[in-house]
C-alpha cells in the first residue's frame, strides 16, 4: 500500500505550468530524499527527478522538483502532450526499511 | 544496449509458485543493486523488493515478506524472484529495475534503468 498520497490527478492546457504534491511523513519524505517517475501509456516507469530537484541527462528543464518538510512538489512547465503520463514519488521509509511509492497523479493536457 | 528483460511471468493457481527472471545487460551487474517493482491492472506502482550488488543483503516490502525471495547470479547477470504461497492480490506486472548508484545504502537507491515488465496472474 502506498505510505505516500498525491492528487489523482492534474490538468492543464498546452504552455501552462502544472504542480502537484506529493505529500509523506517524517520517515520518508520528510528525512529521506524524493524521485519522480514519469510513466507513459503502457510503458515501463522512467526517471524523472532524483534527489529531490536533480534531472537525469535528457530530461527537459520544464520538468523540476522541490522539498519542503514532508512534502513534495513536481512542477511541469510549457506543459506539452507528450507529458499526458502517470507521475509517481517515492522515498526510503526509515521505518518500514523498505522503498515507497506515492499513490500516482494521472496528467491531461486539454 | 543497456537492458533489462524479464522471463517468467504467467498463469498460476493460487498457492502456487513461480520464479521471474530478469537478464542484464550493457552494464557491470555485480556493481549495482538492483529491484523488483510490481503493478496491478489500473493500479499504482508497488515496491517489492531489493537486493544489494553482492547479494549479502535483501529487502522486502511487508506484502511478500516470507514469501518471496530474491536472489542474483552475477556469473550470468541474472536477477530473480522466487514467488511461493501466491495470492490473487500478488496479479500484476513485473518489473526489474536497476538501481542507478553504487552507493551500499539502500535510503541514497533510486532506479535508473527499467525493464518492459513480465505479467504474473495468479487466478483458479
Known amino acids: 500500500q502506498s505510505v505516500l498520497t498525491q492528487p489523482p490527478s492534474a490538468s492543464g492546457t498546452p504552455g501552462q505550468r502544472v504542480t502537484f504534491s506529493c505529500s509523506g511523513s517524517s520517515s520518508n519524505v520528510g528525512s529521506n530524499y524524493v524521485y519522480w517517475y514519469q510513466q507513459l501509456p503502457g510503458t515501463a516507469p522512467k526517471l524523472l527527478i532524483y534527489?529531490?530537484?536533480l534531472r537525469p541527462s535528457g530530461v527537459p528543464d520544464r520538468f523540476s522538483g522541490s522539498k519542503s518538510g514532508t512534502s513534495a512538489s513536481l512542477a511541469i512547465s510549457g506543459l506539452r502532450s507528450e507529458d499526458e503520463a502517470d507521475y509517481y514519488c517515492?522515498?526510503?521509509?526509515?521505518?518500514?526499511?523498505?522503498?515507497?511509492f506515492g499513490t500516482g497523479t494521472k496528467v491531461t493536457v486539454l | 544496449e543497456v537492458q533489462l528483460l524479464e522471463s517468467g511471468g504467467g498463469l498460476v493457481q493460487p498457492g502456487g509458485s513461480l520464479r521471474l527472471s530478469c537478464a542484464a545487460s550493457g552494464f557491470t551487474f555485480s556493481s549495482y543493486a538492483m529491484s523488483w517493482v510490481r503493478q496491478a491492472p489500473g493500479k499504482g506502482l508497488e515496491w517489492v523488493s531489493a537486493?544489494?550488488?553482492?547479494?549479502?543483503?535483501?529487502y522486502y516490502a511487508d506484502s511478500v515478506k516470507g514469501r518471496f525471495t530474491i536472489s542474483r547470479d552475477n556469473s550470468k547477470n541474472t536477477l530473480y524472484l522466487q514467488m511461493n504461497s501466491l495470492r490473487a492480490e500478488d496479479t500484476a506486472v513485473y518489473y526489474c529495475a536497476k538501481v542507478a548508484t553504487t552507493v551500499t545504502t539502500p535510503a541514497y537507491w533510486y532506479f535508473d534503468l527499467w525493464g518492459r515488465g513480465t505479467l504474473v496472474t495468479v487466478s483458479s
Open positions: 517515492a522515498a526510503w521509509d526509515d521505518s518500514l526499511s523498505g522503498f515507497v
Open positions: 534527489r529531490n530537484n
Open positions: 537486493i544489494s550488488g553482492s547479494g549479502g543483503s535483501t
